[in-house]
C-alpha cells in the first residue's frame, strides 16, 4: 500500500531484525522455551489499529488478532479469533463469522461479537486521513446476532472483504482501553494476539512475550521476542556479523543482499532466504501534462523502457522485471505489457512518434521521492533518463522531492510523470488494479477507465471463489496496456538474513509480506 511507512533501505526493502543472544533452550531441547530478539529499520507511526495503513501493521499482526488470517502458506484467510466465517448469500453481500470460545484481551475484557462491532466501527467513526477507513469502503453495517455471531452487510458485492478483515488494520480491540472516537495514544496495546505488548519505547525497542491466552492459529515456536529498531541498516548488518541480532528482515540494501549471498566481508555462519515479494514499482502520467497527456508518448516511452537492465544495474538482481501491476506470485498475473511492447526496442519507439505527428525529442519531467522508496531510486530514474535520451527521441528532467512535498505535488496534478510504489493490503489481483483507477485513485491522478471500474471489478466481486476471476483481470491488465496510463517496472523479493543457528525464516512471512514473529526459533546445538 502507499501508506505504510517510509523504508528507508535501498531497493525499497524495510528491515525487519532479530536480536539474539537472549534466549536459550530448555534442557529438553524443545524449539520453545528461548527468547529471539528484532530489530527493524520502519518502526510503527501507531499503536492503534484505527489509524494503521502502513508499516505499523508489522508490529500489529503479532500483538492483535484478527476475525480471519493468513496462516503460514495460505492464499486465502483462514479463521483466526473467528470458528468459522462465511458469506450468508451468493452475491457476496453479507458476511458471517461466528467467534470462538473463550477469547479474552489481555485486560481481561471478553471478546464478543459487541466488542468486534465497536473494533470496526471505531475505524469508520475516527476516520483518519490516509488512514484504514478506506478498505471499508464497501461496509454497509455491523450487525450482532447473540453474543458469538457478527454479519457485515455490505453496500455491493465484495468478495474480497474477508481479505480486508485478514489485514492488521482490522484488528479486535478492547472497548474499554481504546476511545470509540479518538485514536489510543499512551504507547500501550491491549490486544488478544499471540504475544503481548510488555513495554514499547517509541523509536527505540519494544518488548513482547508469549500470551498465556492466545487462542488462535499461530503456533509460537519462541517465547518472547524484542524489537530493536535502526535508523539505518548498515548498523544492523553490522549487528548481525557480530552475532548482536539473530536475523534481518527487510531493510537490506541490494548491495548488503549481495554480499551476503556471495559470502562476502566475512559473514561466517550466516544465511540468507529468498522469496517473491509482492511490492511493486511503477510510473504514473499525468494526462493533463501537453507531453505525457499524449498517448503515442506514453506508448514511446513503454516500448523504450528496458526494466532487465533497470534490476541488473540498479538493483542487482534483487529485485524483479514487472510486466503488469499484478505482480508475479498473485493469481490474475499476466505479461500484458512484454505481450504488446517486446524487447526494447528504439526503431519501434520512433516510428510510433513518428506516425503521430510528435516532434522529437520530447521534453518531460520525472519526478521521484527521496524518501519513501529507498536509496535505490534516484540511481533508478537516473538510469530511466539515461535509456529514454540513449534513443535520442526524449530529454528527461528530474526532479524530487521529500515525500510529504511529493505527496502534496503529485495530489494537485502538478507532475508529469512520476515515480510510486504500492505494497498490497492483501494478496488478490483486485489490490493491485481497484486502488488505481476511478475517480478517487490513489495515485492522485483521477482515471476513469469504466469497463474496469463500472463492469470487470463489479463482476469479479460477486464472486467468493477468488480463482475463478482469472478473466475479469486479464481485461482489466489489457486495458492498462491500451491506456498506458500506468507503466510498471518491477517487483521486490524478500529476505530474511540470519545466523545458522537462526530456523524459521523461510515461513516467517504471511502473504501480506507481514513477519510472523513466531515462526522464528533458535536450532538446538549440540
Excluded at 520525472?366 to 539515461?386: I, M, Q, V
Excluded at 535509456?387 to 521529500?402: H, M, N, R
Aim: charged letters at 25%.
Amino acid at each position: 500500500m502507499f501508506y505504510r511507512a517510509s523504508l528507508q533501505a535501498a531497493a525499497a526493502f524495510a528491515s525487519l531484525s532479530l536480536l539474539a543472544g537472549c534466549g536459550l533452550f530448555s534442557d529438553s531441547g524443545s524449539e520453545t522455551d528461548q527468547r529471539i530478539a528484532v530489530g527493524t529499520t520502519s518502526s510503527p507511526s501507531t499503536l492503534d489499529p484505527a489509524a494503521a495503513w502502513d508499516g505499523s501493521w508489522e508490529l500489529m499482526r503479532n500483538v492483535f488478532q484478527t476475525l480471519v488470517s493468513f496462516p503460514t502458506g495460505a492464499t486465502s484467510p483462514a479463521p483466526d479469533a473467528a470458528e468459522s466465517c462465511d458469506f450468508t448469500d451468493l452475491t457476496s453481500t453479507a458476511y458471517r463469522c461466528t467467534l470462538r470460545e473463550g477469547l479474552k484481551f489481555s485486560n481481561g475484557e471478553k471478546i464478543d461479537a459487541k466488542a468486534v462491532k465497536y473494533s470496526i466501527e471505531r475505524i469508520l467513526k475516527i476516520k483518519v486521513k490516509s488512514g484504514p477507513a478506506g478498505l471499508l469502503g464497501s461496509l454497509d453495517h455491523v450487525e450482532t446476532k447473540g453474543e458469538d455471531t457478527v454479519v457485515f452487510h455490505l453496500n455491493k458485492s465484495d468478495a474480497t472483504f474477508p481479505f480486508i478483515l485478514a489485514t492488521p488494520a482490522m484488528s479486535l480491540v478492547a472497548p474499554g482501553d481504546y476511545p470509540a472516537d479518538t485514536i489510543r495514544d499512551d504507547g500501550k496495546v491491549t490486544g488478544s494476539g499471540p504475544y503481548l505488548l510488555d513495554s514499547y519505547e517509541t523509536g527505540k525497542k519494544a518488548e513482547l512475550t508469549k500470551n498465556p491466552d492466545y487462542k488462535g492459529f499461530a503456533n509460537r515456536k519462541n517465547d518472547a521476542v524484542t524489537i530493536h529498531y535502526f535508523k539505518d541498516s548498515a548498523p544492523m548488518v553490522d549487528a548481525l556479523k557480530k552475532d548482536e541480532i539473530d536475523a534481518t528482515y527487510r531493510g537490506l540494501t541490494a548491495e548488503e543482499v549481495v554480499a551476503l549471498e556471495d559470502g562476502k566481508a566475512d559473514e561466517k555462519g550466516l544465511r540468507i532466504v529468498e522469496t517473491v515479494g509482492a511490492d511493486i514499482r511503477f510510473l504514473v502520467f499525468n494526462p493533463k501534462d501537453p507531453a505525457a497527456g499524449k498517448l503515442p508518448v506514453r506508448r514511446a516511452i513503454a516500448q523504450l523502457v528496458d526494466r532487465d537492465a533497470l534490476v541488473a544495474k540498479v538493483y542487482q538482481g534483487t529485485a524483479e522485471p514487472l510486466y503488469s501491476m499484478v505482480p508475479k506470485g498473485i493469481a490474475g498475473h499476466t505479461t500484458s505489457f512484454f505481450d504488446s511492447f517486446g524487447d526494447p526496442d528504439p526503431k519501434k519507439a520512433k516510428a510510433i512518434l513518428e506516425e503521430a505527428g510528435i516532434d522529437t525529442p520530447v521534453a518531460m519531467t520525472f519526478w521521484y521521492t527521496t524518501d519513501r522508496y529507498g536509496s535505490s531510486t534516484a540511481p533508478e530514474f537516473a538510469e530511466l533518463k539515461r535509456q529514454l535520451e540513449e534513443s535520442g527521441l526524449f530529454e528527461i528532467k528530474l526532479k524530487s522531492a521529500p515525500w510529504s512535498a511529493f505527496q502534496e505535488g503529485f495530489s494537485k496534478g502538478e507532475y508529469p510523470v512520476f515515480g510510486r510504489g504500492w505494497f498490497p493490503d492483501f494478496p488478490d489481483p483486485d489490490n493491485f488494479i481497484a486502488p488505481f483507477v476511478g475517480n478517487d485513485s490513489v495515485t492522485g491522478t483521477p482515471y476513469a477507465a469504466d469497463e474496469i471500474t463500472r463492469q470487470l471489478l463489479p463482476e469479479s466481486r460477486k464472486e467468493s471463489d477468488r480463482g475463478a476471476v482469472s478473466t475479469q483481470f486479464k481485461r482489466a491488465q489489457e486495458i492498462l496496456v491500451e491506456d498506458v496510463r500506468l507503466l510498471p517496472l518491477w517487483q521486490g523479493k524478500l529476505y530474511v538474513a540470519s545466523g545458522d543457528d537462526i530456523g524459521g525464516g523461510e515461513r516467517a512471512l504471511d502473504p501480506q509480506t507481514v513477519m510472523q514473529l513466531w515462526e522464528l526459533y533458535r536450532k538446538a546445538s549440540w
